[in-house]
T-cell receptor, first 109, second 114 residues
Framework: GENVEQHPSTLSVQEGDSAVIKCTYS??????FPWYKQELGKRPQLIID?????GEKKDQRIAVTLNKTAKHFSLHITETQPEDSAVYFC????????FGTGTRLTVIP | NAGVTQTPKFQVLKTGQSMTLQCAQD?????MSWYRQDPGMGLRLIHY???????DQGEVPNGYNVSRSTTEDFPLRLLSAAPSQTSVYFC?????????????FGPGTRLTVL
């Protein structure tokens, strides 16, 4: 089955700086790559996703890039704010979703 | 729409007890799934269903059963609870018959097995 690795496990940035989280996947058949944000005690919620026929996607301060050849994809958050503090999960899917182990992002005011 | 609902929110069991975690969605989604979330391990797929009457195993199915008699409901049964099943359980649904679209998660059930 699919194996998704995510780095780093924790990340601290100053408010206003950028944050980058990286993931790799193993199954070349995977074609859907979402990112979920989970606040403490809450359910995971989709923040952005990308499909294999697209190399980059942006939504305001959030962007995701995909390199199918290298089998890795990344989440970029610019101009970070304290409310961006949460755990972020990447995932990869061909038919079912397989999640990375998460990155705890802390934005320091 | 209530979205995806789960009950109970919290549960404490003794080793060997059985119970059913309830999950329902009112979005007419075909795909439903159960995940468990453990510290440092992300979310792992337990079982999934691509439609009423169809279920299949995910990554970590041992010790759990599911059924899908209606489009709306997808209960998860713990047959004989073990301390290793202490976790937070999330149910999710998606509008396609596969997991390769946005999945909407329920609020979760925090289960402790003593």
């Amino acid at each position: 089955g699919e194996n998704v690795e995510q780095h780093p496990s924790t990340l601290s940035v100053q408010e206003g700086d950028s944050a980058v989280i990286k993931c790799t996947y193993s199954d070349s058949a995977s074609n859907y790559f979402p990112w979920y944000k989970q606040e403490l005690g809450k359910r995971p919620q989709l923040i952005i996703d990308i499909r294999s026929n697209v190399g980059e996607k942006k939504d305001q301060r959030i962007a995701v890039t995909l390199n199918k050849t290298a089998k890795h994809f990344s989440l970029h958050i610019t101009e970070t704010q304290p409310e961006d503090s949460a755990v972020y999960f990447c995932a990869a899917s061909f038919d079912n979703l397989f999640f990375g182990t998460g990155t705890r992002l802390t934005v320091i005011p | 729409n209530a979205g995806v609902t789960q009950t109970p929110k919290f549960q404490v069991l003794k080793t060997g007890q059985s119970m059913t975690l309830q999950c329902a969605q009112d979005m007419n989604h075909e795909y439903m799934s159960w995940y468990r979330q453990d510290p440092g391990m992300g979310l792992r797929l337990i079982h999934y269903s691509v439609g009423a009457g169809i279920t299949d195993q995910g990554e970590v199915p041992n010790g759990y059963n599911v059924s899908r008699s209606t489009t709306e409901d997808f209960p998860l049964r713990l047959l004989s609870a073990a301390p290793s099943q202490t976790s937070v359980y999330f149910c999710a649904s998606s509008w396609t018959s596969r997991g390769d679209n946005e999945q909407f998660f329920g609020p979760g059930t925090r289960l402790t097995v003593l």
